[in-house]
């Protein structure tokens, strides 16, 4: 049996993944391995964010894994046909990838098998239980279960969502004490720099920085 | 909320999941699709075998869903560069991509999510709990409560293993009863036709229809 060490971290080049980054560092937390899923996003400028905010951070490595969602069929996240909705509650079910998450643990739970690594990290956040309800604790406490039990070599992973019962705004305000390079991050889902600023992505974004009564370092139009 | 109705089979083109469809078509089952994941394995005979196979069968279409596996790294099933092992139960772990089956059935279940369909069928056997901790039903009683808990619009999925205590002779004999094409199903981990009889995969049916006093139509070295 191969020994365990190192985290995972999934680092999408966001505002909640990257201060996950600078949250870990400063907790001391050891050897942490980034990852991204390549899942076809409209936007490949998320991906190149995650790979820069990745050594900035000072990750050991940082590793893109292949995932095709556009496969399962017309959704506005994936596909360039279709219009992202603008910032609503109703609306924002339309930008759900079913699983999404649940598949790129179970991804990253595969990889971090075969190298020997028990602890994955990603930033679900308090804001995202509503329309999202694979974003709540209670989800990755059973994901982490099934994964204990499907493991073939290992059995102890654990799934770590240190802001799954933090709002958003306050994971910001984590972040401004942490040095997060804020203006490097990237969460507009027109994927445009300036950033639209009207998206529900966008419009989540500058609501949090304003609660802190901070301006958000994002250039937008 | 779109209307819910039909079921996916995880259908491979090997003896267990054909049997599967021959199976539920005996059930009566209705409008039963058939998915096959493209996961990068060695031998496309396998893909080519599940649609003829599906076709056959019966089901209403056959989907092939990309997942590659290869990236994960050196596994027997999908590097040409790696020997395949003989048939022993220590080597067996060799062949085990870490979460195979929970990525298929949750890939499978985001495409059921976008079409209404809530119930998967795959078909893991008895013989398989010991080497793949994912084969066992207590596994899949576990990943049905993720994958409900997990869901956007619907929570009632059903993860349907209806061979999962039964051995592989055992499923056999149901399916020389149903008439199930089994000179036409893939087994082989070399995928060369005729058989080699050699491979881990190759022992193990040649033992089920032994067990059944039969003779495999399929032929060998």
Redesign the interface.
């Known amino acids: 049996m191969p020994e365990t060490r190192g985290s995972f971290l999934l680092l999408s080049g966001g505002m909640d993944s990257t201060t996950l980054l600078w949250w870990m560092q400063a907790q001391g937390v050891d050897e942490i391995h980034t990852v991204a899923v390549d899942y076809g996003q409209r936007h490949r400028a998320e991906l190149d964010c995650g790979a820069r905010l990745s050594a900035e951070g000072g990750a050991q490595s940082h590793r893109v ?5 556009t ?3 017309g959704n506005p996240l994936t596909d360039a046909d279709f219009a992202v909705p603008s910032a609503n509650e109703d609306n924002q ?1 339309g930008t ?8 790129f643990v ?2 990253s ?3 971090a ?2 190298q020997g690594i028990l602890d994955i990290y990603l930033s679900p956040v308090r804001d995202d239980h509503e329309s ?3 974003c709540r604790r ?2 990755y406490d ?2 982490e ?3 204990r ?5 290992h059995a102890e992973f654990r799934v770590h969502t240190p802001f799954v019962e933090m709002w958003k705004k306050e994971v910001v305000r984590v972040g401004i004490e942490l040095g997060v390079p804020y203006a490097r991050t990237h969460t507009c889902y027109e994927g445009i720099r300036p950033a639209c600023g009207k998206c529900d992505a966008c419009v989540e974004r500058l609501a949090a920085f304003a609660a802190n009564c901070t301006v958000d370092p994002l250039p937008y139009k």
């Open positions: 894994l292949q995932l095709d969602l496969q399962l069929g079910i759900v990838v079913p699983f999404r998450n649940m598949l179970t991804l739970a595969a990889l098998e075969t999202y309800r694979d209670e989800f059973l994901l279960k099934t994964l039990l499907g493991a073939t070599r």
